[in-house]
T-cell receptor, first 114, second 114 residues
Framework: DGGITQSPKYLFRKEGQNVTLSCEQN?????MYWYRQDPGQGLRLIYY???????QKGDIAEGYSVSREKKESFPLTVTSAQKNPTAFYLC?????????????FGSGTRLTVV | AQSVTQLDSQVPVFEEAPVELRCNYS??????LFWYVQYPNQGLQLLLK??????LVESINGFEAEFNKSQTSFHLRKPSVHISDTAEYFC????????????FGTGTRLLVSP
């Protein structure tokens, strides 16, 4: 079955460390997205990519980096510059610029700083 | 730019009672509207969407939403809720031309009790 796989489900990071969250999709979708979810704040867009080798900053990109070397993969790195990284991270994809079908979401990664 | 307001952060209701979750949006251009549902520690699932045509849209599990352009609203309703409807519900909006990023509201937690 087609879908989005996020790994790991739970991730613990020490202060000062960079960590990378994986997102893989087999839906042949062109566009991919990373959202951060905090209680009471909904979903906030971190980065998005419309096509391979291209990505744009979202609303809260500081302290994060991404790459899009393959259509299927859109990993997110949470760097040590992100001062409050503890959150639930969601990856999503959509069929190119045509958003009529909505987004397909992965099951998320919960990152905790210890 | 588009924005979404979900005024109710939490809605408690008894099983088999009706419920309405409110969503208002702001946009200077025509939009698509979506409702997503999120169960604990999971990703978001598309519940229903309005793209064009009939202003009343329905989901397979008994939810419905009505697009009201004059009031810029897209409220979600169900005539009789079940315990299993307990979840967080997110309203989202995107413009209907160009690259359509989704903008989410802050979510409404529906708590159904027996």
């Amino acid at each position: 079955d087609g879908g989005i796989t996020q790994s790991p489900k739970y991730l613990f990071r020490k202060e000062g460390q960079n960590v990378t969250l994986s997102c893989e999709q087999n839906l042949n979708h062109d566009a991919m997205y990373w959202y951060r979810q905090d209680p009471g704040q909904g979903l906030r867009l971190i980065y998005y990519s419309q096509i391979v080798n291209d990505f744009q900053k979202g609303d809260i990109a500081e302290g994060y980096s991404v790459s899009r070397e393959k259509k299927e993969s859109f990993p997110l790195t949470v760097t040590s510059a992100q001062k409050n990284p503890t959150a639930f991270y969601l990856c999503a994809s959509s069929i190119g610029a045509q958003g009529q079908a909505g987004y397909t979401f992965g099951s998320g990664t919960r990152l905790t700083v210890v | 730019a588009q924005s979404v307001t979900q005024l109710d952060s939490q809605v408690p209701v008894f099983e088999e009672a009706p419920v309405e979750l409110r969503c208002n949006y702001s946009s200077s251009v025509s939009v698509y509207l979506f409702w997503y549902v999120q169960y604990p520690n999971q990703g978001l699932q598309l519940l229903l969407k309005y793209l064009s045509g009939s202003t009343l849209v329905e989901s397979i599990n008994g939810f419905e939403a009505e697009f009201n352009k004059s009031q810029t609203s897209f409220h979600l309703r169900k005539p009789s809720v079940h315990i299993s409807d307990t979840a967080e519900y997110f309203c989202a909006v995107s413009r209907n031309t160009g690259f359509q990023k989704l903008v989410f509201g802050t979510g409404t937690r529906l708590l159904v009790s027996p």
